[in-house]
């Protein structure tokens, strides 16, 4: 049978078409955004195919199959990293617009490796263009709609249609979500967890290889990835939304008090992948069972009072625990409205928050953290535990006979509380800083429930960049926790804390290339600043299992140096 003949299509698949695409002016890559993440997987890959055609016009016409073969590989397998940046550089064009399929047009190709992120990238057999195939794995045959050209960069965007062949990773048995390759969230559903790791620990691999600016040598090798105790079920924070209704009133009709109303229900839901619209989404299988109860209750709610909506709407959908023991009477009641967790020693009741401005409860091995819901808080609670004490486990140096010991712990965009309270048992004195006074407020009573008194574990308000005006603590005595958000840091902190010096520092950060960037900046030093940092390790922890995310987690340690200005002349 043909290979077109073996074509499986998903239902209701999503698309574009000509007539609704509009022209708009080129913004400026943002540093750490998934657009510069994706330039370099595709630059890495186009300089693999350039290798791969040199070697094989350096080699008799009768090995042509080796071509097919370097294809199919991975690209750190086709060729090492330093020659692909240097093939790069040498080889920055763009194919021919004539060898180029025009937009709207379905072709099919070939997925070689899956992008940073999520995407795969595949080839045709038309150009070296390469095509960034969302929904598929290495090995997939796919029909695909061609979107968009980025001829500078070598690169087109494309919707998927349909699996013509499925690759060796793929199989759609897996699937566990009716809304998977049309809603945005998930992208990996299709593979193997194993292979998930995987993939999540070349993408820790590949962040440190373009964006830390350091030589191989000064970069482990990446450590397994850490994966989720649970793949679907895990996701404690859900936030569905629906758009306003349709604009059917003229100006002069609004400014006599007249509305716009929904003459139907909009989809309420996530949104379309790469597009701007919404789609209709019932359940969400990596949402917790509570997340999941609330979400068909405030999607009826919101059809019930349809008409009172004048905009649209964000849906928050946060779970909150209540703790109670087995010997108490509540234990024994099944309530309606909750999801109940039966333990060996206690019970939990599950609910879904809604209210932006209430509290939720979440339990972490014998920890509890509250917080405004609406507020940031990691949102798998499953790998938290494990999470939690792989910190406590390297958050210290190795003991050394002349080094002084840890007493003092700083921990820089502390939220809530997660890290300081966690590893508080460890040190005489521990001190979160965050710039949100309302996080600040939910860190004191995080403490003040888990019985840790101001002496040991304290907070403030302040904005990381002037965290060690606040901090007196002696710097071989003390280990900083960074987890900034996606950004990552800015240049002030990190001079600061090289300035600082402390002893060893830990960097958790949920977008690992603005790690690989900062960490970079620690391994380098700054001018005028004698402190740098060595990597002791890198690794992976899969917080969002099905999806192309991972935090990653850097541990340092601080080296003796010296500015190159003030190392003496080399002597012949």
């Not at 074509?7 to 943002?30: C, H, S």
């Not at 109670?324 to 009477?329: A, H, L, Q, R, T």
């Not at 804390?497 to 391994?523: E, I």
């Amino acid at each position: 049978m043909s290979s077109r003949g073996q074509e499986r299509k998903r239902p209701n698949q999503g698309g574009r078409d000509a007539k609704r695409q509009k022209t708009k002016k080129q913004k400026p890559v943002k540093e750490g955004s998934s657009e510069e993440v994706l330039i370099a997987d595709v630059r890495a890959l186009f300089a693999a195919q350039t290798l791969s055609d040199v070697a094989i016009g350096a080699q008799p016409e009768t090995n042509l199959e080796s071509k097919n073969d370097a294809a199919d590989a991975p690209s750190d397998i086709v060729a090492d990293r330093e020659d692909s940046s240097a093939v790069a550089k040498e080889n920055d064009h763009a194919p021919e617009k004539a060898g180029l399929p025009n937009p709207f047009t379905e072709i099919e190709v070939k997925v070689v490796e899956l992008s940073s992120t999520g995407d795969g990238l595949a080839l045709h057999e038309s150009s070296k263009q390469i095509y960034v195939v969302p929904f598929t794995a290495p090995g997939d045959v796919v029909k695909v709609k061609v979107i968009k050209h980025f001829e500078k960069e070598s690169y087109s965007l494309t919707d998927f249609v349909s699996i013509v062949t499925p690759g060796p990773l793929r199989d759609d048995s897996r699937i566990h979500c009716q809304y998977f390759s049309k809603c945005g969230g998930c992208q990996f559903q299709m593979m193997e967890y194993t292979e998930q790791l995987k993939h999540k620990r070349s993408i820790v691999d590949k962040a440190f290889r373009n964006f830390s600016q350091l030589p191989p040598e000064l970069v482990p090798v990446i450590e397994d990835t850490i994966g989720s105790p649970l793949q679907y079920g895990y996701r404690t924070k859900l936030t569905p939304h629906f758009d306003g209704p349709p604009n059917q009133t003229t100006r002069a009709e609004r400014q006599n008090g007249a509305r716009n109303y929904f003459k139907e229900v909009p989809p309420i839901g996530f949104m379309l992948k790469g597009q701007r619209k919404t789609l209709d989404i019932e359940d969400c299988p990596i949402g917790t069972d509570a997340v999941r109860m609330g979400m068909k209750r405030e999607r009826a709610n919101a059809v019930k009072n349809l008409d009172t909506y004048k905009k649209g709407v964000t849906i928050l959908l946060r779970e909150s625990t209540k703790r109670i023991p087995n010997e108490d009477e509540g234990a024994s009641e099944d309530p309606i409205d909750a999801i109940k967790v039966t333990g060996s020693t206690h019970t939990d009741l599950k609910t879904c928050i809604t209210d932006n401005n209430a509290t939720s409860t979440e339990y972490i091995d014998n920890f509890v953290f509250t917080n405004t819901a609406g507020a940031f808080f990691q949102n798998n609670n499953s790998i938290l535990p494990v999470f939690t004490q792989y910190i406590r486990d390297h958050i210290l140096p190795p003991t050394t006979p002349t080094a002084p010991a840890i007493k003092y712990f700083i921990d820089a965009y502390s939220g809530s509380g997660l890290f300081t309270i966690t590893l508080s048992s460890l040190f005489t004195t521990s001190i979160g800083i965050d710039i949100a006074a309302s996080s600040i407020t939910s860190a004191r009573e995080n403490a003040a429930l888990n019985k840790l008194p101001p002496s040991q574990c304290t907070f403030i308000a302040a904005d990381a960049p002037e965290l060690f005006k606040s901090v007196k603590y002696p710097n071989d005595e003390t280990v900083v926790v960074l987890d900034p958000p996606r950004k990552g840091c800015d240049e002030s902190f990190l001079n600061q804390l090289l300035a600082f010096a402390p002893r060893r520092v830990v960097y958790v950060s949920c977008n690992v290339h603005t790690q690989a960037r900062d960490v970079g900046v620690l391994v380098r030093g700054v001018s005028g600043v004698k402190t740098k940092y060595e990597i002791e390790s890198l690794r992976g922890f899969d917080f969002f299992p099905q999806t192309g995310h991972v935090e990653g987690v850097a541990v340092l340690n601080r080296v003796k140096a010296v500015d190159i200005s003030e190392e003496p002349p080399a002597t012949s």
